[in-house]
């Protein structure tokens, strides 16, 4: 029976709120995601651009009314934290309306630590089990609501950690995307330099053997014969 009260425990409609995911935010568009939420949840959203252009975008955040709550324009990431006020359907929007050519890879975290009631949820299998389990056990069920606040303490602290990994997987990911691209760019200039540096050399060469050869027009001109001829001519 003290498993069927746990399991009971963890049906409850109440839960923390936890959503993360990685999204491709094509050029010249945006992503939106809805999240239903009630009036006074201390929220947290996090994200981060992994890779893609110059691993930046906007990002904001509207209240059920339209209104907006957090904005921010090409940033590479950020993290912002509030209590919605409202109760609705809030929108996050990962803006890359801006970009042409470059699509961005966005690594995007919603949490709330506080209990959230989802009105969707079916509410009869949960209050029938509730109910079955409190005549079985009596007053033993308030009792185990300790090791409820027990689990659910470190179920928290859980996902605290396991949240701080996958920030620092996303951002070993954005450092070696951004180093890939930095080797990109200096092995294409350093082939650029190389091929520069062999062409100047080849005119360096060619010009020097002209200078010494009397059938090149370049020599002759480079030795200065063309304006000596042209002076004994009377031109």
């Not at 981060?48 to 990431?77: A, C, H, M």
């Not at 059938?215 to 001829?229: H, N």
Request: glycine residues 6%; contains cysteine; negative net charge.
């Amino acid at each position: 029976m003290l498993f069927l009260v746990l399991f009971v425990s963890l049906l409850s409609s109440s839960y923390c709120l936890q959503a993360e995911i990685a999204v491709v935010v094509e050029p010249g568009l945006r992503e939106c995601f809805h999240q239903y939420l009630i009036s006074g949840l201390n929220m947290e959203t996090d994200y981060q651009v992994i890779s893609g252009g110059e691993l930046d975008i906007t990002y904001w955040i509207t209240t059920p009314s339209n209104r907006i709550l957090f904005t921010e324009t090409k940033k590479q990431g950020g993290q912002f934290q509030f209590k919605s006020e409202e109760t609705g359907e809030y929108r996050f929007c990962l803006d890359n309306s801006f970009s042409r050519f470059a699509k961005k890879q966005v690594f995007f975290y919603l949490s709330s630590n506080d209990d959230f009631i989802d009105p969707n949820f079916p509410q009869s299998a949960v209050d029938s089990l509730n109910h079955a389990a409190k005549d079985d056990l009596g007053d033993l069920t308030d009792k185990l609501s300790n090791f409820q606040d027990l689990f659910n303490r470190v179920n928290t602290n859980l996902e605290r950690a396991q949240h701080v990994q996958k920030l620092f997987q996303v951002y070993e990911l954005s450092d070696r995307s951004h180093l890939e691209d930095l080797f990109v760019r200096v092995n294409f200039w350093s082939i650029v330099n190389i091929l520069v540096m062999v062409l100047v050399g080849a005119i360096q060469v060619f010009m020097i053997r002209s200078l010494f050869e009397d059938k090149s027009k370049i020599g002759r001109v480079l030795r200065g014969d063309v304006a000596q001829t042209k002076s004994r001519l009377g031109l």
